[in-house]
């Protein structure tokens, strides 16, 4: 058996403290599985990444992909953020939350001509994914900005190499000649310089070749670009042994950056949305089973199809606590879903204290790319969303798939 630890981390432990209180009452009101989200917590890192960038002209755009709930846009747009949006439905969901215009940036891949217009009609920024977008758009968005293939080699997510995003770099300068001779007069340009990273270094070392290369069109082509968009990506310490890396740093080099090569700096855009919500939101589940196999297996009511990250992602870690058992006596375990998947495993090998059938589970830092990736296969309806909101009250802000939202779709003439 091994030794107890303090397993309360890593969400924060103002986040903790706040939700603990309440648990028993929220999972007999709401039912397992749910997300819950910590306004507070969401509300504080974008200010700590608006506060950290504010010696030049600066625009987050939250991702909406991470968390696309209209309250948590809300929130967030009041505050004066921009939504990052990547699908028609994500074009709609923003508008219908009231936001819209130069608060909104397209940046999609292997857009519907549905995407582009819809975009164009909002006003929203346009990043284009491809050279063949420039004569999608007729006529020309206002500012035409390109994303970038720079090919950075840290980001498993962007694909690397072989990545399908963008444009590839040595095409580049020929996609904003292109622009120019069509009749483009703005500029912007963009990459994901870096894919829910955590080291500093390596974020800078893709700022820095966007910046530099930005810098080298902008002399090559004497054009001025109005902002440069060094995309989303900022990692959150997922596990115990990791810390969260420090933003004002990051901020400092990348303004220091941005002087060496502008005379007038562009705007800064980021995208990013696990670094705002992802370390703010835990799924809260329930023990429904306890086998003896190969090892001892805690099945949840909880599967993959409410939390897709450690299954989609190999090396993707989710800390696992259980906030009402006591017991001192820990063992390993393997955290299942009942999926009829053998992928579908929240943890392999997890120290946790020895748990009782209907105990209840926390699985943490799910308020990014958490719910959002949720699917129905193996008619696994998706979970709640619940807000602890920062005046302390709880708010549900989507309810529980049911059975007939599984089959509202269905066509069944017979
Ligand atoms: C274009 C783009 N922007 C922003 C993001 C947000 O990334 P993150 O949530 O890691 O900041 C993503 C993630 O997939 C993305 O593809």
Not at 162 to 176: M, T
Not at 351 to 377: Q, W
């Amino acid at each position: 058996m091994l030794k107890k630890c303090d397993y309360n981390m890593p969400i924060s432990s103002s986040f903790f403290q706040r939700l603990q209180p309440s648990l028993h009452e929220l999972v007999d009101r709401y039912g397992t599985p749910f997300h819950i989200y910590d306004e507070a917590g969401i509300v504080s890192s974008h200010q700590s990444l608006t506060q950290a960038f504010k010696e030049i002209k600066f625009k987050q755009f939250f991702a909406v992909k991470a968390l696309p709930n209209p309250a948590i846009l809300k929130t967030l747009h009041s505050l004066g953020s921009g939504m990052d949006c990547a699908s028609v439905t994500e074009l709609e969901l923003v508008t219908r939350s009231g936001i819209s215009g130069k608060d909104v940036l397209y940046t999609a891949n292997n857009s519907s001509t549905k995407g582009m217009k819809e975009a164009v009609k909002i006003g929203a920024w346009i990043t284009m994914d491809d050279i063949t977008c420039l004569g999608d758009y007729t006529p020309l968005p206002d500012v035409v900005s390109f994303r970038v293939a720079l090919g950075n080699g840290n980001s498993k997510l962007m694909g690397g190499d072989e990545s399908k995003f963008g444009v590839p770099l040595d095409s580049i300068l020929s996609a904003y000649k292109q622009a120019i001779s069509l009749g483009a007069k703005r500029f912007g340009i963009h990459q994901m310089t870096c894919a829910n990273t955590l080291d500093i270094n390596s974020m800078l070392d893709g700022a820095c070749r966007l910046i530099n290369l930005a810098s080298g069109i902008s002399k090559k082509l004497n054009i001025n670009f109005e902002y440069i968009n060094i995309g989303g990506g900022p990692g959150i310490p997922y596990r115990l042994t990791e810390e969260s890396f420090n933003i004002e740093d990051y901020a400092k080099k990348i303004i220091s950056l941005l002087k060496m090569n502008f005379d007038i700096i562009p705007t800064l855009f980021m995208e990013c949305g696990r670094f705002i919500s992802g370390s703010h939101g835990v799924l809260v589940s329930r023990v429904q089973t306890v086998c003896n196999k190969y090892r001892t297996i805690i099945g949840l009511d909880a599967s993959m199809a409410s939390l897709m990250r450690p299954a989609l992602y190999k090396d993707a870690y989710h800390h696992i606590t259980l906030p009402f058992n006591n017991t001192e006596l820990l063992g390993t375990f393997d955290v299942v879903g009942s999926l009829c998947e053998n992928i579908d495993k929240f943890a392999i090998c997890r120290e946790l204290p020895i748990p009782r059938v209907d105990d209840i589970v926390l699985i943490h830092d799910t308020g990014a790319h958490g719910a959002s990736m949720g699917f129905n296969y193996n008619g696994h309806l998706r979970p709640a969303e619940v807000l602890l909101k920062r005046d302390g009250c709880i708010k549900l802000i989507r309810r529980h798939e049911n059975f007939m939202d599984y089959i509202s779709t269905i066509i069944d003439d017979e």
